[in-house]
């Protein structure tokens, strides 16, 4: 049971720490068997194991009614697929049988990408979607770092919807594997 939250708002970087990042819609990376000893050997593999560790080791010794702290940023996920749950409640499925998933997958996975934008600013940190109040001689010269923490903010939302989109499953075949799951956990 979740008892209290732990606000952890101030941890976050300023956009201006993304002003050189490549951001880029993810894509689909291990697609033949020499690529997984590529992604064994990488940087962000040792990254992943070690997140998947911690989290593990985080639970150890708890039950799942112990009263645990929450940082806000899990809250808002939550919040999210809480959201997402009850659009998968709202959607009836189709009566049409097929071989696999539901076609009504489809309804709601076109539901996620229409409100990507609003689910996703959701997720952020406060600090970098509201803006700040300021003088007005703050204001004149903040026009072009306005600007640029758009530009910032806009690559971030690109490249987050590109995970949340292939979070929950493939469009086309309506299925759901590992590598979806993985795709969440990045």
Request: glycine share 4%; charged share 20%; net charge positive.
């Amino acid at each position: 049971m979740m008892a209290s939250s732990v606000d952890a708002n101030n941890d976050f970087l300023p956009l201006s720490f993304f002003n050189n990042h490549p951001f880029a819609t993810p894509t689909k990376r291990i697609c033949q068997p020499a690529h997984i000893a590529t992604f064994i050997n990488s940087s962000s593999h040792k990254k992943l194991l070690k997140f998947l560790k911690d989290l593990g080791d985080s639970v150890v010794g708890k039950t799942l009614t112990e009263e645990v702290e929450v940082s806000s940023t899990t809250t808002k996920v939550l919040a999210m697929l809480d959201t997402l749950k009850s659009w998968a409640i709202d959607i009836p499925p189709c009566q049409i049988q097929t071989r696999y998933g539901n076609k009504a997958y489809r309804t709601w996975r076109d539901k996620i990408q229409q409100q990507s934008k609003q689910l996703l600013m959701g997720l952020l940190p406060q600090q970098w979607t509201v803006p700040q109040s300021q003088s007005e001689s703050q204001k004149s010269e903040q026009k072009s770092s306005d600007a640029a923490q758009h530009s910032i903010l806009q690559g971030i939302l690109c490249e987050l919807r590109g995970y949340l989109l292939q979070s929950f499953g493939d469009y086309t075949r309506i299925d759901y594997g590992s590598g979806h799951e993985l795709t969440f956990v990045c």
